[in-house]
């Protein structure tokens, strides 16, 4: 099996009130792949600038992903993004975009990327998400991600895209939205009506929701004491998840092969968020993740809880 991924690459500088970091790794495609990494066969679609070298490299290609479709842009730049985060690490504050050689990016595939079993397509243009789309005839699972900006300026090309995936991870507040539906559950089902299979709301250090034609389950967040960073979260959650997905797609539609997709893409963004950028998931090891799991199963479960009603 083998995951495509297109989106982001980038030098992040990020603020929190644990400390600091100057032009670290970070991008949707980066954070994804480290993810994802631990299941499958990866392949990495994204634009960088001269000034991306070999040690950024080597992390992107950590676990053996392939970064031949990584666009190097002569005399370009990389995309960077500068932003600082309070204590409540929910919100954030850019100080600073750069899209540089992501401004005119357009995905251009390689045979060994247009033949994954598995495409997720990470924050970018809904037009380009389309571009990407129609270079990738056959995929077995799609799962797509999105933003505010793009419902405001292209919400047309957007549901477009939608219609055409088998999964749609959004935060809570965009899956509103986008629908115009106050309620979490209804505005998914409203997206389902368009097309795909699942939605996914993700919200921040409450968990994320799975919502199906028959069912609806929530998970929370790994509990945690200390959160350094949370950039990319989001991006390493949709890597666990989509690469256990694809790992076992013959075992889908199954709502069982979701819901432990979800605990695996809930225990990779826990780990994210202890240190800054790809510090923890670079050196993240699977036995690490399944016992987070394992945790994560112990802490939810009622299957030891005896209810009892009064006559």
């Not at 600091?20 to 991008?27: A, S, W, Y």
């Not at 001269?50 to 290609?61: C, K």
């Not at 939605?199 to 199906?212: C, D, F, N, P, R």
């Not at 432990?260 to 090891?285: D, H, I, K, P, Q």
């Amino acid at each position: 099996m083998s995951i495509t991924v297109v989106g982001s690459i980038a030098f992040d500088s990020v603020k929190t009130p644990f400390g600091e970091r100057e032009r670290m790794l970070g991008g949707a495609a980066t954070h994804f792949a480290l993810a994802a990494s631990f299941f499958d066969e990866v392949h990495v679609v994204g634009p960088v600038g001269e000034d991306f070298g070999e040690p950024e490299l080597a992390v992107l290609s950590t676990r053996g992903t392939d970064v031949g479709d990584v666009e190097h842009v002569e005399g370009g730049r990389t995309f960077f993004w500068k932003g600082e985060y309070g204590w409540d690490l929910n919100t954030r504050e850019t100080h600073d975009t750069q899209l540089n050689v992501f401004e005119h990016f357009k995905p251009e595939l390689s045979n060994p990327s247009r033949e994954c079993d598995g495409l997720f397509l990470a924050n970018i243009q809904p037009g380009l998400q389309l571009k990407v789309l129609d270079q990738c005839t056959h995929p077995r699972w799609v799962a797509l991600d999105s933003m505010n900006l793009w419902i405001d300026v292209a919400r047309d090309e957007l549901i477009e895209a939608i219609r055409r995936v088998d999964c749609v991870v959004l935060n809570d507040a965009e899956v509103r939205q986008l629908t115009g539906k106050a309620s979490l559950l209804a505005a998914a089902r409203e997206i389902l009506s368009w097309g795909p299979s699942s939605v996914i709301a993700k919200q921040g250090e409450y968990g994320a929701s799975l919502v199906t034609a028959d069912e609806f389950f929530a998970l929370p967040a790994f509990p945690l004491e200390s959160v350094v960073d949370p950039t990319g979260a989001g991006d390493s959650f949709a890597g666990g998840l989509i690469g256990y997905v694809v790992r076992h797609l013959d075992d889908l539609p199954s709502t069982d092969v979701m819901r432990r997709a979800m605990a695996y893409g809930t225990a990779l963004a826990s780990f994210n968020v202890e240190e800054f950028g790809t510090e923890r998931v670079a050196r993240l090891t699977q036995d690490e993740i399944h016992e987070r799991v394992e945790y994560l199963h112990a802490i939810t479960s009622f299957e030891h809880i005896a209810v009892e009603l009064a006559a």
